[in-house]
């Protein structure tokens, strides 16, 4: 006799009654729109610190645990998609990584463990972005009014106006135009980061190059495992469910065509940033690129009309990321405040979406202004945020839906990669907060420059 189908555990996310899966996390999309989304939530500005996360690992480790990290990654995804499809053809769709991970796992707490990473990863990754934003203005305002009064915090205040005009865009799907966009800013800033490392390499003004670690053996794996978390933070999104849920269903075999369109794209960009960036800064590159190509002292090492274009690129994809990692938080205050049967701009769920979004918004730059060290904070994310989810929640949620053979080798390399990266985890955790601890007198409350 066939077993039936197991309930659902989370009946009411399939209800029309629930707003957040209607109104934010509606299901049009095609392939490749999931493929703009995962771009923009993938490869973003961050890849500029790609060289300073080499100067942790040398070129040789470097090069491995970026071709790591990518491979891992991209399998991790896959079965993560896979774990969806055959959840969605047991009659029970995920829209909400929370969901999926507890109802697969069967414990209540994991609903909770996974809502908290997730606001750690996206509150962590609004913030920066906010506070990246604001940098970038600073950086085109100081190239035009060198002794101008105004301050980091100044910008950062013009960045979430913005930020809170955008945010009330309703929906994950109708960022679909803006991603592709952020796609192309992608492309488009990392070549011109190139071309200008390359030329300042090439110049009379290059500087001097020196690929030497650390001296102290200790520091050096310290060093090592905050870079491996910095490039775990690069290469994670955390909220593949909730994109996986854009798309029209049946999703079966799109997600896959959106992630070889992602990953096209991260092998173009961030191998091409960490060798020009590492190859010409070495163990002085800086958390972000495009200030060691305008160093505070002496000419800049690029063409400014390169670098200002550049800035202005990072910038606007900036504002693309921001949107992309504010969905579930978006999607968790309209499920609690909206009214599905007003209509998604009816008056009744308007006025909360404004007042909620711009507040989330608010705060996200308010912690900007008040905590801007950036570098640091990328490691800390990536070790207790990234990794779980990305790293270590995708195996063994496949282990547990396809229940493949303990003898079988998909098991082995399953299992193998939780333990690797359950270590990795904890390690760079304590790397990371050591450097936080380190840098800490370093820190400035309302700080006009940015830590790195």
């Known amino acids: 006799m066939a077993k039936p189908p197991e309930p659902d555990p989370f009946p009411e996310s399939r209800l029309e009654s629930d707003a957040g899966a209607t109104f934010v996390l509606e299901s049009k999309g095609k392939w490749w729109h999931a493929g703009f989304h995962l771009t923009t939530a993938i490869v973003g500005p961050s890849i500029l610190t790609l060289p ?40 029970r769709r995920h829209i909400r990584f929370r969901e999926l991970a507890a109802d697969v796992l069967g414990s209540g707490w994991m609903f909770y463990f996974v809502i908290f990473i997730q606001t750690a990863i996206n509150t962590g990754v609004g913030i920066g972005a906010i506070l990246l934003a604001g940098e970038c203005l600073k950086i085109m305002y100081e190239s035009l009014s060198p002794h101008g009064s105004l301050k980091l915090y100044d910008f950062i205040a013009m960045v979430t106006v913005v930020m809170i005009v955008l945010s009330q865009l309703p929906s994950f799907h109708s960022l679909r135009h803006i991603n592709f966009a952020s796609l192309l800013l992608s492309l488009g800033y990392s070549f011109l980061v190139v071309g200008a490392c390359i030329h300042a390499g090439l110049s009379k003004n290059a500087p001097p190059r020196d690929y030497s670690l650390e001296s102290s053996s200790s520091s ?45 794209v991260a092998f173009l960009t961030f191998y091409s940033v960490s060798v020009s960036g590492y190859w010409v800064f070495g163990s002085k590159s800086n958390s972000n690129i495009l200030k060691s ?67 989330y918004v608010v705060f996200c730059g308010f912690m900007a202004a008040m905590l801007p060290f950036f570098g640091d904070i990328s490691g800390v994310v990536g070790a207790i945020g990234f990794i779980p989810l990305d790293f270590i929640l995708p195996m063994l949620l496949y282990n547990m839906t396809h229940k493949p053979k303990r003898s079988s080798f998909i098991y082995w390399v399953n299992m193998f990669i939780i333990i690797v990266f359950t270590g990795v985890g904890i390690m760079g955790s304590f790397s990371s907060v050591r450097k936080l601890v380190l840098d800490a007198n370093k820190f400035k409350l309302f700080s006009s420059d940015i830590v790195d």
């Open 52 to 91: 300073y996360s080499f100067r942790g690992l040398g070129w040789s480790l470097g090069f491995i645990c970026l071709t790591a990290m990518g491979c891992v990654t991209f399998y991790s995804y896959y079965l993560m998609s896979k774990v969806l499809e055959h959840c969605e053809k047991a009659g």
């Open 220 to 264: 050096r794996v310290f060093s090592a495992f905050t870079s491996i978390s910095i490039i775990a933070a690069i290469f994670g999104n955390g909220i593949l469910p909730e994109i996986q849920a854009t798309l029209a269903p049946p999703a079966t075999g799109k997600m896959v065509k959106g992630l070889l369109m992602c990953y096209i």
């Open 293 to 359: 190509l305008m160093p505070d002292e002496g000419p800049s090492l690029a063409p400014i009309m390169v670098l200002g274009l550049a800035v202005l690129f990072v910038l606007l994809q900036l504002f693309a990321i921001g949107l992309v990692y504010s969905q579930v938080a978006y999607e968790i205050m309209e499920k609690q405040s909206a009214d599905v049967n007003q209509g998604m701009f009816s008056k009744r769920n308007l006025i909360p979406r404004i007042i909620l979004r711009s507040l």
